[in-house]
């Protein structure tokens, strides 16, 4: 089956790399982002987001020919939609999933659309998701048939495949990585595959739409409830005075446990969210999985916690200052080492959170980014060196650049990555 054309919609952490994957086949691309600003930076050859080895594609991928951004879909012979889903705002369930994303997107394709072309919809979703979409995409366009009607004579073939990659190894995780392919047809998943044998070097395994969407979900919801045990595990562990990370190593010695390592809470765009979609569409199954995402939301509230409890200790043992005087530094604002991405990190409402109810001045040490977010207003963003002469630092995510660190035994440390001992 040929491709000749591929649009890719949605031009952001997972959208770029894919289209940067395919163009470095020698395909011609064209990538669709309503942000005038991304689609401008991607066309000088350049990205607008932190991802190693990703410039160096893009570049070469639009110096060649192959790669062309642009705001409005245009006709080809392959859509992959890798827009955002979030939750809704307002929503009586807060964890409710919004398609609206999606819903855009593909009306935004279907003008387009022709007899034989393919539509993949990769944005992580709820379980029906798929179907969804290619219901706005049939009532957009009555003169062509779908999946949902016309089974495997349809004109248009439909298709869900998640990625599952690791932010700061996308490039080489999309090509290595296998694929779960969803079809809404046999022919659906056959014409899927062949569009991904492009550049994927895994295996594509070929499944159903529904069942591709809980695989997602699945795997995600999978790592969420064990991180939620090892969160649980360290908050017990500081109350009975015990070094969880100490704990973890020998527990870990025993051939069939594999105990994670905790943190702050869970962030990005995947496990902190995914989960969220299972236990919305099952609320009264969905016990473990509900209750793993309440522990993990839970951390960030601990660590302030331990904050306060810092701040008190620090003013005891310096009576001569007051709360104004101390400075608190936060290491790390992404949602895991050595990336740009702040979606739903637990750093970041962590250090929002502290620069709202600490009178002293509050310093980021974020080596990944060039400028704070204007939630932290008020906040300075500064260097590693600066951060180390703050009275109380608070380690939140494990950068490659604050492992060798080392601070002042006078110094307040709350160390939730493990990065300097007990």
Known sequence: MSFETISVVGLGYIGLPTAAAFASRKVKVIGVDVNQKAVDTINRGEIHIVEPDLDAVVRTAVADGYLRATTKPESADAFLIAVPTPFKKGAINDHEPDLAYIESASKSIAPVLKKGDLVILESTSPVGATEQMAAWMAEARPDLTFPQTHGVDSDIRVAHCPERVLPGQVIRELVQNDRVIGGMTPRC????????????????????????????????????????????????????????WELIRLANRHPRVNILQPGPGVGGHCIAVDPWFIVSSAPAEAKLIGTAREVNDAKPHWVLSKFKEKLFQFLQNNSEKKVSDVTVACFGLAFKANIDDLRESPALEIAKKINSIHNGNVVVVEPNITKLPTSLDGCELTSVDVGLTADIIIALVDHREFRDLKPKTTQMVIDTRGLWGK
């Open 189 to 244: 998943s056959d014409a899927a595959c062949s569009l991904y044998k492009i550049f994927v070097e895994g295996e594509c395994v070929v499944s159903n739409a529904r069942t591709a969407e809980m695989c997602k979900l699945t795997e995600n919801s999978f790592r969420d409830v064990n991180i939620a045990f090892a969160n649980e595990l360290s908050i017990i562990c500081d109350k009975l005075d015990i070094n969880v």
